[in-house]
């Protein structure tokens, strides 16, 4: 742990080195020891700061969803604005999962997500969320949709966001530029064509 990181508070801390861990060696293969070593503490603190390592993937998943919304959120502000069209709000938004790189940990707490329901609500909870803005952002392509469409438009978007911020595994043949743009061209053309 580099001397900025000990600087950070405990949660932060922990929330680091979990990632890392989680990531590395998978959620149920870390141990807390190996977690408290990582986070350069004892066992004992990081029981004072959760209660379990679900607790600590949960947290995960609030933080990321939370950073991940505010650049909806920005992105949106700029498509209100006028300085993004919607093609260039799908292209930022695509290169944005793709250059996320996590694929390791994001398929772990999506499986603890299916395991455990409290983590599988708090993800759940956290798409409805990103389902708001990927509604507005439909909306502003073809406002002419019917809730049918809107919500078909809206399951598709997300599924895309998914499947990009995990292509990685596959071995593509584009880059991560030449994918987003492709990709934003096809998604605003099919929005428009309906």
Do not use: W
Not at 45 to 50: K, N, Q, T, V
Not at 171 to 181: C, E
């Amino acid at each position: 742990m580099s001397a900025i990181e000990h600087k950070l508070p405990s949660k932060d801390r922990i929330l680091l080195a979990a990632r890392k861990l989680f990531g590395e060696n998978g959620f149920h293969r870390t141990s807390m020891s190996e977690l408290a070593a990582g986070a350069d503490m004892s066992v004992g603190l990081i029981y004072r700061s959760f209660k379990s390592k679900e607790e600590i993937i949960e947290a995960i998943v609030c933080a990321d969803f939370d950073r991940k919304l505010a650049e909806f959120e920005s992105l949106r502000q700029r498509l209100v604005d006028g300085e993004l069209t919607v093609r260039q709000t799908f292209e930022e938004l695509f290169q944005k999962t793709i250059e996320e790189n996590r694929e390791a940990l994001a398929f772990d707490i999506l499986a603890e997500g299916f395991r455990n329901g409290r983590v599988g609500r708090t993800i759940d909870e956290s798409c409805q969320r990103l389902r708001d803005y990927l509604r507005q952002f439909i909306r502003t392509a073809n406002g002419g949709l019917n809730n049918e469409e809107l919500e078909g438009a809206t399951e598709l978007a997300l599924c895309c966001l998914f499947g990009l911020g995990h292509r990685n595994i596959s071995k593509p043949r584009l880059g991560a530029v030449q994918t987003a743009r492709q990709s934003a061209r096809m998604v605003t053309a099919a929005l428009e064509g309906l």
